[in-house]
């Protein structure tokens, strides 16, 4: 039984994690502090302004304020921008609650992928909290569509991305990726993939002071038919496993794993956040299943903690 794979326990981490680095879009340092915290919380963003105000800012697809470069999550005209690549992460390895103190409205965009993410907290490791975990499972399909590109969800025994890109310049072009699920599979597969760009399209936002904090560093350039680069890609199909990557973060915007399948056609974060909206506002297309619907599902399995977690098995 699929479902079993994601029962058991909710987490937090096991001590706290710093992350220092530069935000992508204002080009600013950027810093994190992820703090433990207690069942039920979920993931919990904070950011103080100038003046000493301080707003709690839950990571959750009803508080995303703005996608279109990135995710931004937003209470009170303070927001959190490019937190896809550490939700990605959270949500791969199994870590249900946590504490993220923000410094300045970026997540540090790092090498421009999640790895810098699961080493830091596959090294701080997990706690396994009392309370039962919960999962999202999807009862019914729910599409969003814009032109030819869609976003869809649907009933599925897994946890399954299906993902297709659909460029016109020919150094990307159409390439599709699909991924299972795994804390594994993740850090192996998805975690490395690098964001990825078009110099032409960096040059014009440069020039109204967005990507400020790009560079060689933290993205794959594509301009003058190639990647631009000195070491090249790091998988043949890096650009559709890193929108891959964006929906898995994205997604974890649910406030929880979800039993389903997920498919993109040309999506991004802006149909990602939609196709979450859209399956939220329907009552009859998902519903959210504690572990003790899911231990009555598996049959007679009992969850020991931390045994059922698929998100962390090597932690
Ligand atoms: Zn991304």
């Not at 904070?46 to 697809?61: C, L, N, Q, S, Y």
């Not at 299906?162 to 699920?181: A, E, K, M, N, W």
């Amino acid at each position: 039984m699929q479902l079993k794979k994601f029962g058991g326990y909710q987490t937090t981490l096991a001590r706290e994690i710093r992350f220092d680095g530069v935000g992508v879009h204002a080009g600013k340092p950027a810093s994190l502090l992820l703090r433990p915290a207690s069942a039920d919380r979920g993931i919990v963003f904070r950011r103080t302004d100038e003046t000493g105000r301080e707003v709690e800012i839950p990571a959750r697809f009803d508080y995303v304020v703005a996608t279109d470069l990135c995710t931004v999550l937003g209470v009170d005209g303070l927001s959190v921008a490019t937190v896809e690549h550490l939700m990605a992460a959270l949500l791969a390895l199994g870590v249900d609650n946590v504490d993220i103190e923000v410094e300045g409205p970026e997540v540090p965009i790092l090498d421009g992928c999640s790895v810098t993410f699961v080493d830091g907290i596959q090294e701080a490791g997990l706690t396994v909290l009392a309370s039962p975990r919960k999962v999202l499972r999807i009862l019914k399909t729910v599409r969003v569509e814009q032109g030819d590109a869609f976003a869809e969800l649907s009933p599925f025994e897994g946890c399954r991305y299906d993902v297709t890109i659909d460029f016109t310049d020919p150094v990307i072009g159409r390439q599709s990726y699909v991924f299972d699920l795994s804390a594994h599979g993740f850090r192996t597969e998805l975690a490395r993939a690098r964001t990825f760009g078009f110099m032409s399209d960096v040059e014009k936002l440069w020039k109204i002071g967005f990507a400020l904090g790009s560079s060689l560093e933290n993205s794959v350039a594509v301009g003058e038919g190639r990647v631009m680069n000195p070491e090249g890609l790091r998988f043949p199909d890096e650009f559709a496993r890193h929108k891959t990557l964006d929906a898995v973060g994205d997604l974890a915007l649910a406030g929880a794993p979800f039993v389903g399948r997920y498919r993109s056609y040309k999506g991004g974060h802006r149909m990602n956040v939609a196709v979450l909206k859209a399956l939220f506002a329907d009552h009859a297309a998902y519903e959210f299943v504690s572990k003790s619907a899911v231990r009555r599902e598996a049959g007679s399995a009992v969850m020991v903690a931390g045994s059922g977690l698929a998100a962390a098995p090597d932690i």
